[in-house]
C-alpha cells in the first residue's frame, strides 16, 4: 500500500478505537492517510490520537481551511484513492443515502470519486430496523462497498449483529479495492 492516499471518515459510535487500529495498520503497510471526524466521533477517541497515527492533522470542518483553499471536501476528496468511514453510524448510512452533507464527513461521501468502503457498527435493535437496511441497500445500489459487521458482544451488554468488522478484515478488503497484493 506504499503511497497510496486513504481517506478515513470517524462518526461517532465505541467503534472508534477500532478505527485507530485500522489507521495505524494502514500507515504501517506505507499508506499515506487522513482522517475526517465527526464531532461525535471525538467524544469517543480524540482527533490527537489520529494526528499522532498519521503526522497529519484530522479534519473536522468544512470550513477549516487548514490545507485546502476551495474548502476540505473538494481538496481532501480530490487525492483520495480510496474513502473509508469507520465507524459508519446508523446517522451516516441515512445521511449518506439520502444524499445529506450534514459533516465533513457525509459531504466527502458526495464529493469524492474514489471507491468508498462502508463499515456499519451498531447497536443489534438498530441494525435490524428496515430503515437501516434499506439505506445499506441504496448506498449498494449507489455503488459503494459495504462491510458487514460481524456478531458478537457490544459496548451495551448485548451479544448479536452490528460490531464493526475487525481492522485485519477491513485491512484486507481495502488491500482488494485497491488491488494491492497481500
Known amino acids: 500500500?506504499?503511497?497510496?492516499?486513504?481517506?478515513?471518515?470517524?462518526?461517532?459510535?465505541?467503534?472508534?478505537?477500532?478505527?485507530?487500529?485500522?489507521?495505524?495498520?494502514?500507515?504501517?503497510?506505507?499508506?499515506?492517510?487522513?482522517?475526517?471526524?465527526?464531532?461525535?466521533?471525538?467524544?469517543?477517541?480524540?482527533?490527537?490520537?489520529?494526528?499522532?497515527?498519521?503526522?497529519?492533522?484530522?479534519y473536522r470542518s468544512m470550513f477549516q481551511p487548514v490545507e485546502h483553499p476551495q474548502g476540505e471536501h473538494i481538496g481532501l476528496a480530490r487525492r483520495a484513492e480510496l474513502y473509508v468511514v469507520a465507524p459508519a453510524t446508523a446517522d451516516f448510512i441515512a445521511s449518506a443515502a439520502s444524499g445529506r452533507a450534514e459533516s465533513?464527513?457525509?459531504t466527502l461521501a458526495l464529493t469524492v470519486t474514489c471507491p468508498i468502503l462502508v463499515a456499519p457498527a451498531m447497536n443489534t435493535e438498530m441494525w435490524n430496523k428496515p430503515p437501516v437496511q434499506r439505506n445499506l441497500k441504496q448506498l449498494e445500489e449507489d455503488g459503494l462497498h459495504i462491510i458487514q459487521p460481524g456478531d458478537g458482544w457490544l459496548s451495551c451488554g448485548q451479544i448479536g449483529p452490528g460490531r464493526m468488522a475487525e481492522p485485519a478484515e477491513l485491512l484486507q478488503r481495502i488491500r482488494e479495492l485497491l488491488h494491492v497484493a497481500t
Open 1 to 58: 500500500m506504499q503511497d497510496r492516499e486513504i481517506l478515513v471518515g470517524v462518526t461517532g459510535g465505541i467503534a472508534a478505537y477500532k478505527t485507530a487500529d485500522l489507521v495505524s495498520k494502514l500507515v504501517q503497510a506505507g499508506a499515506k492517510v487522513t482522517v475526517a471526524m465527526t464531532e461525535a466521533a471525538t467524544k469517543f477517541v480524540g482527533p490527537t490520537t489520529f494526528e499522532a497515527l498519521t503526522n497529519r492533522p484530522v
Open 104 to 106: 465533513l464527513v457525509t
